[in-house]
């Protein structure tokens, strides 16, 4: 089982709000971890949206809009990237990252189509 | 502005040696992690590892076995070779910068635009 599992795809509408979840293997606590999220678009890297530990422990990506934000959900061992008034701009691929026993480890990503 | 520029050859045959250069302007090495990253054609990110400016090294415990990276200060370039390359090796491989974003936290700001390699005969 992935260390980290995110939805391969998630629809929404432009205006909506959109939530990406990234779950952590059992035996993982979500609560341990900081989750880092990343934006990709086609033909282009990734670019560093925010990371989110705690309410109290978080950091927003410079330039990044306040509409992209950070949780986590402790009771289904997730974190979760809440995109709010979703633009098309916003279509592209997501994932989310932990340093995990001192290796980085990526998510499969999700696909966030905009329509 | 910090650019980075990843270059090497595009085709590498099987079983032979990958090498590639990232090559560092509008900033030093020092004081930084560097770290190699690929994308194989259509799937996710794959984290390769990491050099500090000090020499510490990590890397991703799938590649351990054929993974060298390392930094040239002079040049102001870090490197990175994968051994014994196979099919499953062909991606896009990106350069990056972590940048520490306070306490135990350290972001991925800056990136090169990525170098396909392709492993084929």
């Known amino acids: 089982q992935a260390v980290l599992t995110q939805p391969s795809s998630l629809s929404a509408s432009p205006g909506a709000s959109a939530s990406l979840t990234c779950t952590l293997r059992s035996g993982i606590n979500v609560g341990a971890y900081r989750i880092y999220w990343y934006q990709q678009k086609p033909g282009s890297p990734p670019q560093y949206l925010l990371t989110y530990k705690s309410d109290s422990d978080r950091q927003q990506g410079s330039g990044v809009p306040s509409r992209f934000s950070g949780s986590k959900d402790a009771s289904t061992n997730a974190g979760i990237l809440l995109i709010s008034g979703l633009q098309s701009d916003d279509e592209a691929d997501y994932y989310c990252v932990i340093n995990y026993s001192d290796a980085w480890v990526f998510g499969g990503g999700t696909k966030l189509t905009v329509l | 502005q910090v650019q980075l520029q990843e270059s090497g050859p595009g085709l590498v045959k099987p079983s032979e040696t990958l090498s590639l250069t990232c090559t560092v302007s509008?900033?030093?090495?020092?004081?930084?992690?560097w770290t190699w990253i690929r994308q194989p054609p259509g799937e996710g990110l794959d984290w390769i590892g990491y050099i500090h400016y000090t020499g510490n090294i990590n890397y991703s415990p799938s590649l351990k076995s054929r993974v060298t990276i390392s930094l040239d200060t002079s040049k102001n370039q870090f490197s990175l070779t994968l051994n014994s390359v196979t099919a499953t090796d062909t991606a896009l491989y990106y350069c990056?910068?972590?940048?520490?974003?306070?306490?135990?936290?350290?972001?991925?700001?800056?990136w090169g635009q990525g170098t396909l390699v392709t492993v084929s005969s």
């Open positions: 509008g900033g030093s090495l020092s004081g930084y992690y």
């Open positions: 990056a910068r972590f940048d520490h974003c306070g306490g135990d936290c350290y972001s991925l700001v800056y």
